[in-house]
């Protein structure tokens, strides 16, 4: 397991011990930490069952998730990277084991994450293409019903097993072959649609994302991008472009890019002004009961 942590003690503090009861002996901790100050660092070296990685410098999520990949036993087939705001749920682990017992063409599984009060989050969505990803970023903050972030959320579809174009980078179980095949996450993407971008490529190299709700999380959500909301709408709309810009690569969409340029950077600074444009579409009425 490798948790990935910035300035997350609060969450450490609370979580990781019921995290090292919850899972298997001999399972392999990693913290890999991008430069907290908040004593979290200090606080993961007092496990003796948990290996620090300090980074060295907020790298961001994919690439401390590859240095903390990198570190594990070469023997280790199965990886989950894990923000320390996700709690898995009990049997969780098992379950998503088991999905990949029965699909061994998956890369990745995700479980169903619900936030604290137990509504759905959308976290195995289909990739974005131009049509529905301009008509959720147009219109996904101030009508979130709308038919293009429907379609991209898959907001009408029944939580059952099934494959997806990407899967929620908070809570990863990899294939760890498949993931290295790949070369990990692309560390270019500092913060969001790393995961995306995972799911993109895996689904190219011939594997599968497999969302698998018979396993399920708990995301406490966003304590990164409080700290610094408009350095994380930058990054969010960077890395935007950066995915569209790499699908839509040849020399003859050079026009088409110009205008994921103009169009990003735009919904950047309005993102910067509004708190709802920041915040982007609410999530779908749906909601998990927890006895």
């Not at 090292?20 to 399972?27: F, Q």
């Not at 009408?156 to 996450?185: H, M, N, Q």
């Not at 497999?210 to 408009?230: F, K, N, Q, V």
Request: some cysteine; hydrophobic content about 45%.
């Amino acid at each position: 397991m490798v948790i990935l942590n910035w300035n997350g003690k609060k969450y450490l503090e609370q979580f990781l011990p019921a995290l090292l009861l919850s899972t298997y002996p001999g399972v392999q901790f990693v913290v890999a930490d991008n430069g907290s100050t908040d004593g979290s660092v200090e606080l993961a070296a007092k496990r003796p069952s948990v290996q620090l990685l300090r980074t060295g410098s907020n790298l961001g999520y994919g690439a401390a998730a590859n240095a903390g990949v990198a570190i594990l036993d070469a023997a280790i087939d199965w990886v989950v990277v894990i923000n320390p705001d996700v709690v898995l749920a009990p049997g969780s682990l098992d379950e998503m084991l088991a999905a990949a017992g029965r699909h061994p063409d998956a890369g990745a599984i995700g479980p169903l994450i619900t936030t604290a009060d137990g509504v759905v989050y959308p976290s195995a969505r289909h990739l974005p293409s131009i049509a529905v990803g301009v008509g959720h970023a147009v219109f996904g903050w101030w009508w979130p019903k709308n038919p293009w972030t429907r379609q991209y959320r898959q907001d009408a579809a029944e939580p059952v097993e099934r494959t997806a174009g990407w899967l929620s980078g908070s809570c990863l179980l990899l294939r760890r072959r498949a993931f290295e095949e790949i070369d990990g996450f692309d560390p270019g993407y500092f913060m969001y649609f790393e995961d995306v971008d995972l799911g993109d490529r895996l689904a190219r190299a011939g594997w599968t994302n497999l969302y698998c709700p018979s396993a399920t999380a708990i995301h406490l959500g966003g304590h990164a991008t409080e700290r610094t909301p408009a350095a994380m709408a930058d990054a969010h709309h960077r890395s935007a472009y950066r995915y569209l810009s790499r699908r839509y690569s040849a020399p003859w969409q050079a026009p088409l890019r110009l205008l994921f340029r103009i169009g990003l950077s735009a919904r950047a600074q309005l993102s910067k002004r509004f708190a709802a444009v920041a915040s982007g579409a609410s999530l779908p009425n749906r909601s998990v009961h927890r006895s």
